[in-house]
């Protein structure tokens, strides 16, 4: 714990994937001044080279970006799940570590707390499964948000029981009781109109998430803060009108305006901000329908098909990765998965792991309507497509490569490259870049 008063400090917001024009019309019709005041801030916008959704234009691969300082073409992590630690070059706080700087951090994508040991407080985001909570109380809280994303659509009672006693369990030694009842009429309000579906558990996900930040930053006093907020994105990809603000829109926008404001009332006199989300969307309604499907349970559908395995992490959406006993029994799997076809198409994105041969990545790769149930055949097996997959929603929002950043405190320039935000924060903090040049340097001579 950090008892010494910083000489600076700065809070990163990463409100995953905004879109400007949905936060300008939300605080416009909604009267939401605590995101009139976040637009109300300077701004500059990123920018990326990745160009291709689901092979790089994604938030787990551009948030790496940003916590790295380097672009995907140098760190190489593509896929939900995979974590930096391979790498030579540091993300941020482990760099303010070495520099004898705290950090607390948040929900960060595809991020480890590593060697770090100034970060006094760590919170994994839900799917990178390798990674634990720090201090180990924060794992409690983690549970059910890490249980429930991945298994939403084919959830074990007794599972849910015990990871939501677990939670119980944080809330009550959390001291942030009384902060959680009292949004409490607010969330009965959004249950009342909206009823209770994925849209409105994320908002409450990320309204209850940032109570708990507020209170770990308070209590570490952490010269370096960052958490991460995915609501937004989320509404933006399932419930984006591109007329007027959809029911679940507006219970998320409400819901983001509350949690800015208790970070904003958290924030120290002289504390710098920063606000960005490292790509954003572009709205796609009345567009060729392009259709999520989710494999309800991953471990039956592969059982189903006779192919052999020996665990199976699921992802946010339409992906996986599965871990085997033997490389032959990766490849065996790779190429069954690989055959697979749906209406004359391949089915399935394969990708071996070149860091382990006992694991594979797959991403149902396949996003046209279907008309009536269909028969897909893997490893000679066939069998109905709806009995273990789900079309979850036709996407409303799809990525672009530009961001946005709103700051107070600091200074940016107009344009930068996403990843160039990292040498921003830390030459906020007068730590030196040379380490970092000569990571990148090397890393780029070497790709």
């Known amino acids: ?38 637009l109300s801030m300077r701004s500059a916008t990123t920018t990326t080279d990745d ?35 391979a790498l030579s070059v540091s993300q941020v706080w482990e760099t303010l570590s070495d520099a004898g700087i705290s950090s607390g951090i948040w929900g960060a994508m595809n991020a480890t707390r590593e060697g770090a040991r100034h970060c006094d407080f760590f919170l994994p985001d839900p799917w990178t499964f390798s990674e634990v909570a720090y201090p180990d109380e924060l794992n ?63 908002s409450l996900f990320d309204l209850f998430s940032a109570e708990f930040f507020v209170k770990y930053k308070k209590r570490y006093t952490p010269q370096f803060s960052l958490v991460f907020l995915n609501s937004i994105a989320h509404l933006q990809h399932h419930r984006w009108d591109k007329d007027k603000l959809s029911k ?40 060729k329908p392009c259709v999520c499907y989710r ?21 946010m959406t339409n992906d996986a990765h599965v871990f085997f006993h033997s490389e032959a029994e990766r490849d065996a799997a790779a190429r069954a998965l690989e055959a697979a076809t749906l209406c004359g198409k391949p089915l399935f994105h394969v990708e071996k792991s070149s860091q382990d041969p006992n694991k594979l990545f797959y991403l149902v790769d396949f996003w046209d309507e279907l008309d009536g149930e269909k028969l897909i055949s893997v490893n000679d097996i066939e069998i109905k497509y709806f009995e273990h997959f789900e079309a979850i929603v036709a996407r409303t929002g799809a990525h672009i490569r530009t961001g946005n950043v709103y700051y107070e405190g600091m200074e940016l320039p107009d344009q930068l490259y996403n990843h160039e935000m990292a040498e921003r924060i830390l030459n906020y903090f007068s730590v030196a870049q040379a380490s970092v040049r000569d990571h990148v340097e090397a890393l780029t001579d070497a790709v």
């Not at 809070?11 to 995101?35: C, H, M, P, W, Y």
């Not at 944080?170 to 009965?188: D, H, N, T």
């Not at 904003?264 to 954003?280: G, P, Q």
């Not at 494999?295 to 992802?315: D, M, T, W």
């Open 248 to 287: 679940d829109s507006i219970f998320g926008l409400r819901a983001i305006d509350r949690v800015l404001g208790m970070i904003f009332a958290a924030r120290e006199k002289d504390e710098a901000i920063i606000v960005m989300n490292a790509l954003t969307q572009r709205n796609i309604v009345g567009e």
């Open 1 to 38: 714990m950090n008892t010494q008063l910083p000489s600076k400090r700065l809070t990163l917001i990463g409100l995953n994937e905004f879109s400007v024009d949905l936060l300008t019309r939300g605080a416009k019709e909604l009267q939401l001044k605590n995101i009139d005041r976040l």
């Open 140 to 202: 409690d809280l983690l549970s059910l948000p890490r249980y429930y994303s991945k298994n939403y659509l084919d959830v074990s009672k007794q599972q849910f029981l015990a990871c939501t006693g677990r939670l119980v369990k944080f809330i009550l030694g959390s001291g942030a009781v009384l902060k959680l009842f009292k949004q409490i009429p607010f969330v009965l309000g959004g249950v009342l109109r909206n009823g209770i579906n994925n849209a409105l558990l994320f």
């Open 51 to 85: 160009m291709v959704e689901h092979r790089g234009l994604d938030p787990w691969v551009q948030w790496v970006s940003v916590h790295t300082g380097v672009p995907s073409s140098v760190h190489g992590i593509i896929h939900l799940g995979d974590t930096p630690s």
């Open 295 to 315: 494999q309800i349970n991953p471990q039956h559908f592969l059982s189903a098909v006779g192919i052999q395995f020996r665990s199976v992490e699921q992802l």
